[in-house]
DNA sequence: CACGTGATGTCACACCGTGTCATTAGAATC
DNA sequence: GATTCTAATGACACGGTGTGACATCACGTG
């Protein structure tokens, strides 16, 4: 048996998330979110840093998992070879819940302070991927140009799996949009 | 004359600038600024949206440049020749003072908080120029891609332009990237 | 000179995020 | 089973952010 209630921080994104949806981030003080979540505001920023982050859990998981994809590729893959498989890697992670995920995007979409949380986590994943692509050898500019790449490429397919009917997997979207930006960006 | 001391703004502007180098962007209190500038914490924000927005201001002037740059390119061009005329536009802008970029960006990337707010104003940059090219024709899922395409680009360039002793122009940086891309992303 | 107008100041306020210390509920040990 | 230890939580105070409401000031205009 857990000594308080189990799983504070679960209980804190469940509350979170709830008002947000129902009544937008900025008519939600932290006050209200430890309040359905049984906690004081105190609490709330013993596991969160501040009222953004609690949107943003999981991703260091996503930084691990990115890391991962880069090591287990191929010794000879091409870098764009190692951004196809990362991408593979990503998709496997964000691309189980399509109706949590369009929940969430929709909360993010309405409030730029959200967007920018998100913004500087994309950019640090793709910093990750940078310095994981240097660690295989490849050269200085190329490795953030893939990097880039790659989280372009996340960007543009990420927004169009949510908002679209088709039923194909997150996988396959980004590898499409991979293949178009190759014939797009062909001299 | 003018009623009271001249450019409320500018004074914010530079005061801000200074007190964030001098001892940090977290360090620096609102009412420092605007003491600073002789004025009050309660007139800076009558002219920026909040403590970060004085960094930052001018990038609807970079929006409308890079307009611009798209409206003015042949007919015929493609999407990645229009990307390159945009590069040029937004070389021109923020490339002519590569000092008091250097300083602007030590702050930045000294401060979460700042970058949060560059992240997003280049993603505003994205989506007016995904909407630009829109406008000339270019469809749906490729706009997006040559305008993701085309900050990365910036992101790299600039921080190449920033970081290194060549005393190249920003828009040759940014050309050079381009093709750097080109070859890179090559199936 | 009186008046209007826009920029600035003053004040009050809700909320954010943190430091500090007290309290609590269970675990561990004897 | 009582005592002690420990980690999670609560309580409180505080500086800083950002906003609404209203007063004030300096100047142009009639």
Redesign the pocket.
């Known amino acids: 048996?857990?000594?308080?209630?189990p799983n504070?921080?679960g209980r804190l994104r469940e509350a979170a998330m709830a008002l947000y949806t129902e009544r937008g981030y900025e008519q939600?003080?932290?006050?209200?979110i430890?309040e359905r979540a049984?906690?004081?505001?105190?609490?709330?920023?013993?596991?969160f840093?501040?009222?953004?982050e609690v949107l943003f859990a999981g991703s260091e998981a996503l930084e691990g998992a990115l890391r991962s994809a880069v090591d287990e590729a191929p010794e000879d893959a091409s870098p764009m070879q190692v951004v196809a498989a990362v991408l593979d890697g990503i998709a496997a992670l964000i691309g189980r819940d399509r109706d949590y995920s369009r929940q969430r995007q929709v909360v993010i979409d309405a409030t730029p302070e959200l967007q920018e949380r998100e913004l500087i986590k994309l950019a640090r994943l793709a910093l990750v991927l940078r310095d994981a692509l240097r660690a295989r050898g490849v050269s200085d500019p190329e490795a953030g140009l893939a990097a880039e790449t790659a989280l372009a490429i996340v960007r543009v397919g990420f927004d169009r799996w949510i908002n679209t009917d088709d039923e194909r997997e997150l996988a396959d979207v980004l590898r499409e949009s991979l293949a178009r930006l190759e014939t797009l960006v062909a001299p």
Request: glycine share 8%; aromatic share 14%.
């Open positions: 048996m857990a000594r308080w209630e504070a921080s939600t003080t932290v006050g209200d430890a049984g906690l004081t505001a105190r609490t709330f920023f013993r596991y840093a501040d009222k953004r």
